[in-house]
């Protein structure tokens, strides 16, 4: 018996066709369409509606190709859309290149497409950069037999707003069905649709539901025409007068690509990069509009001094050595950093508090923590690249463990929905109701009331209907801190099951704190604070005699050690008091403090009992590096050069050098390379500290309910400021409470916890009788400054009671 030689694993999986376009024969995978085809060979054939990661559909007809019969049986007696038809073997194809027949049938459609288009190029924003003024040079007619006739063009009017951000020019829409797709195949939000028949078919929304979404945005930038602007951008400048400048998005862990379009030292716009690794060609509206923070009125532009009470402006040299005195003075000091650093800043933050205050006392966390978590920290995430956007799709389940993608990771939700729409990638949450971003998931609710999910997590070993093996991911958010014993079983469940681990956190500076050692317990590249031979290394490649070796303080320690006065001196940077696990306690902390030093972009309440206030650049002035959750370093210049501020790294350097220290660097690029030759630590990690799950939340019977929180997307953070438009697209702060509940206290309720009392609208939703949720910070100063700590108890009454 004879045999055949097996194929490899990529020839099996990769079948070919020969298709001849043009002319030239080329082998392409299978069903590849043939306008993907033809761009392999050189030939672009125009088009409005295809776009290569939305379904296509064939709405423009633009991209007509001629296929003539070559005997085979698979020609076409007319012209045939190139986006929709799968090549086949031995087909022939001939685009306008080389077809009158093609040609003309192009130029007939463009002709069409123009009958109704108003020729308003000059006040259009897509003006300069129009598909469609583009393609009727290349492929429309000389003239228009429209005009001659003397006919009237369709008119509507205009703009609708169809958010308060998106606005809507009907008459020049093609009908290309780009948004209503994007809407309903990528992020979720069929809201908008084309209505009508015929000559009257247009874009249109629900009369009582405007087009809500988190990524609205990119609707206009994949618009091939001028019918959807922004609010922000309209009639602002001219895409030809723009410098475009890549960049990265600062508002989350995600690392999404963008492009900062300027003029005149001014950002007038920020669009998607194309990354197909990360964000592929998609943003949030936060990572597209949120950008004016940086230009508001209060930005800090010289340092300040303290002198008989009152804040004066000061030189750079006088306010290092004011810095440097107070520090000195104020004896043990500890670093507070925030998570909105760069990589190459937070470096600096490490090594400026182990070298020049001689101290581990740093922590980039201000926010609920645990011990816990910087164990887990230590031991599970630092130096570790368990999972990539890539393996979101091809896992067969990922879990989702205190964390709301579409609200704290929004990137990493699109790539879930692709997951989940096109690889059939179950999801799985562990939350106290199924949100709508699950919804939009097809998601899998593990219901858990918040204390619970410790529990909720060991249990998933023994549910084998969820799919937690080898194949699954599993993703932690930073709010698992806030539940004893739940990260340990988070590192457990991946252990017994063989599945991947990732820590996501909210801000885009936190994994690079991580890795650089903004932690009391760990040193840059992974050194364990408690290891002799860490550090030792750390200290030869820092050229220093010795580190602090005494245990550092988490953030809530640090702020219970300024109030009781065992550290005198702060240097904080980024710090909202209102997002710290105890706000109050944080503001008597820096009231107390004897000496601060506070580096902020803009004008805060902590700059206001600082003793030296020094402004740092945001990232639009800097170059740097963020880190992703997934532990990817993401690289970017600066856009501008201001002379009014500088980068993190720089005013810590000149602090240091009046303290009498050197961190041996001054610029981004010197604190990147020293990074670089310190590397990653090659000995034992941590390990890490298990803390066992406390027993089920009981139910107190008291009338008192769980309280269940986190972040929205668009809330009052105070890097979204300067765009009203973008603010109005959230989402209003409700408070969500049982069916059973609601029914009982109506439309309104007033909440009750330790730190105060809040009234706001309620909604039923599918959560346990006892648990209620709120928005943590959309309203007031916010769930932790206003209410209560997340988990606690709190009390739910009718406004009318």
């Not at 005149?264 to 990572?287: A, C, F, Q």
């Not at 999801?427 to 106290?432: K, T």
């Not at 002799?532 to 219970?560: K, N, Q, S």
């Not at 702060?570 to 909202?576: F, K, M, P, R, Y």
Request: aromatic share 6%; net charge negative.
């Amino acid at each position: 018996m004879t045999t055949t030689p097996e194929k490899t694993s990529q020839e099996a999986a990769v079948e070919t066709v020969s298709v001849t376009i043009d002319g030239i024969q080329v082998d392409v995978p299978k069903d590849t369409l043939v306008i993907r085809a033809a761009e392999q060979v050189g030939v672009q054939i125009p088009r409005f509606c295809d776009h290569p990661l939305l379904a296509p559909v064939g709405a423009c007809r633009q991209c007509l190709v001629d296929i003539p019969d070559a005997g085979n049986g698979r020609g076409f007696p007319k012209p045939q859309a190139s986006c929709t038809l799968p090549v086949a073997e031995g087909m022939v194809v001939n685009t306008q290149a080389t077809s009158a027949v093609a040609d003309k049938a192009q130029q007939g459609i463009m002709e069409f497409l123009l009958i109704n288009h108003p020729l308003d190029c000059p006040v259009c924003d897509k003006g300069g950069e129009c598909p469609l003024q583009n393609q009727a040079m290349s492929n429309g007619r000389g003239e228009s037999r429209f005009a001659a006739s003397g006919g009237v063009k369709r008119t509507y009017p205009k703009p609708i707003n169809i958010s308060a951000q998106v606005l809507l020019d009907r008459e020049r829409c093609v009908l290309c069905a780009r948004c209503t797709r994007f809407s309903e195949q990528i992020a979720g939000d069929p809201f908008i649709a084309l209505i009508e028949r015929g000559a009257l078919q247009q874009v249109g929304i629900y009369e009582h539901q405007p087009f809500e979404s988190y990524f609205s945005g990119n609707t206009i930038q994949i618009c091939p025409v001028g019918a959807l602007t922004s609010a922000d951008y309209r009639f602002r400048s001219r895409p030809f007068d723009l410098v475009s400048t890549p960049s990265i998005a600062e508002h989350d862990a995600c690392g999404s690509a963008i492009r900062v379009d300027h003029r005149r030292g001014k950002v007038m716009r920020r669009l998607s990069g194309n990354d197909p690794e990360v964000n592929e060609e998609w943003i949030t509206d936060k990572d597209r509009f949120a950008f004016h923070y940086a230009t508001e009125a209060d930005r800090l532009t010289y340092p300040r001094v303290r002198e008989d009470g009152e804040l004066r402006p000061a030189s750079w040299p006088e306010a290092f050595a004011v810095a440097a005195r107070g520090l000195q003075a104020a004896g043990a000091s500890a670093v507070l950093t925030g998570g909105r650093v760069t990589a190459e800043d937070a470096y600096a933050y490490s090594k400026f508090a182990r070298v020049a205050l001689g101290t581990n006392d740093i922590d980039f966390r201000s926010r609920p923590l645990s011990a816990e978590e910087a164990s887990f920290l230590a031991s599970e995430v630092v130096l570790r690249t368990p999972v990539t956007y890539a393996d979101l799709e091809s896992a067969s389940t990922v879990v989702l463990a205190g964390l709301e993608p579409e609200e704290e990771a929004a990137t990493i939700f699109l790539r879930l929905r692709k997951a989940s729409m096109q690889h059939g990638t179950r999801v799985v949450a562990i939350a106290p109701y199924a949100t709508r971003g699950l919804a939009k998931l097809s998601g899998h609710l593990i219901q858990t009331a918040p204390g619970d999910e410790a529990a909720a997590i060991d249990a998933l070993v023994e549910q084998g209907e969820y799919g937690v093996d080898k194949n699954a991911v599993i993703l932690v958010g930073e709010r698992l801190a806030t539940v004893p014993g739940a990260l340990s079983a988070a590192a457990g469940l991946a252990a017994k099951t063989g599945a991947r681990l990732a820590w996501v956190p909210r801000r885009a500076g936190d994994r690079g704190a991580v890795e650089t050692g903004c932690l009391p317990n760990l040193l840059p590249g992974g050194r364990p604070v408690a290891d002799p031979a860490a550090r030792v290394d750390a200290a030869t490649a820092w050229g220093v005699a010795g580190l602090p070796d005494a245990p550092g303080r988490d953030a809530d320690a640090i702020v219970a050690a300024l109030v009781s006065g065992e550290v005198g001196g702060l240097v904080i940077g980024g710090v909202d008091p209102d997002d710290t696990a105890d706000p109050a306690a944080t503001r008597a902390a820096i009231e107390a403090a004897s000496f601060v030093v506070a580096l902020e972009i803009r004008e805060t309440e902590v700059t206001q009992v600082a003793d030296v206030v020094f402004p740092v650049a945001p990232v639009i002035d800097k170059a740097g590096m963020f880190v992703t959750w997934e532990g990817r370093p993401r690289s970017f210049d600066a856009v501008f050069s201001s002379p009014t501020s500088l980068p993190d790294l720089r005013i810590l350097a000149g602090i240091a050098e009046e303290l009498g220290s050197s961190l041996g660097f001054r610029t981004v690029a010197e604190a990147r390379a020293q990074m670089e030759e310190m590397g990653p630590w090659d000995g034992a990690r941590s390990p890490l500290v298990e803390e066992g799950a406390p027993a089920p939340v009981a139910k107190p019977g008291d009338g008192t309910f769980a309280l269940a929180t986190w972040k929205l997307l668009v809330d009052n953070g105070s890097m979204q400021d300067g765009d009203k438009a973008y603010r109005a697209t959230g989402r209003a702060p409700v408070v969500r409470l049982s069916r059973a509940t609601y029914d009982a206290l109506g439309a309104t309720v007033t909440l009750t916890g330790d730190r105060g009392s809040v009234t706001l609208p309620a909604e039923p939703a599918d959560l346990d009788d006892g648990v209620v949720w709120v928005p943590a910070n959309s309203f007031g100063n916010g769930v932790l400054a206003d209410l209560a700590s997340p988990g606690s108890r709190v009390t739910v009454k009718g406004a009318s009671s």
